[in-house]
Nanobody
């Protein structure tokens, strides 16, 4: 069974840092793009940062200069380093990955983690 498991969330004071991890497991033939989204109460899910299999990244403007996305392809893991956290960064953070999971098929499927809560106090 293919799954994404996030870790690293928690409660932190404004100005602090957290590092989120998301590991993919199961029978996986390749992982294409990986990304972090977040969803605050009453708001829509929004892309925070994405990274291709080759390492190209895109970061949403509101976190540029504070958040960094990276991945370890050998470990099927994506990371989100969050620095200078602000109360408005409070949300559930969800990992997303497009993965090929069927042998001999080029079709990629979207997978989501269960989410990890990040709470930033002022």
């Amino acid at each position: 069974q293919v799954q994404l498991v996030e870790s690293g969330g928690g409660l932190v004071q404004a100005g602090g840092s957290l590092r989120l991890s998301c590991a993919a497991s199961g029978t996986i033939f390749s992982i294409l793009n990986m990304a972090w989204y977040r969803q605050a109460p009453g708001k829509q899910r929004a892309l925070v940062a994405g990274i291709t299999s080759g390492g190209s990244t895109n970061i949403t403007d509101s976190v540029k200069g504070r958040f960094t996305i990276s991945r370890d392809n050998a470990k099927n893991t994506v990371y989100l380093q969050m620095n200078s956290l602000k109360p408005e960064d409070t949300a559930v953070y969800l990992c997303n990955a497009k993965m090929r999971v069927i042998r001999f098929s080029s079709r990629a499927y979207d997978f989501w983690g269960q989410g990890t809560q990040v709470t930033v106090s002022s």
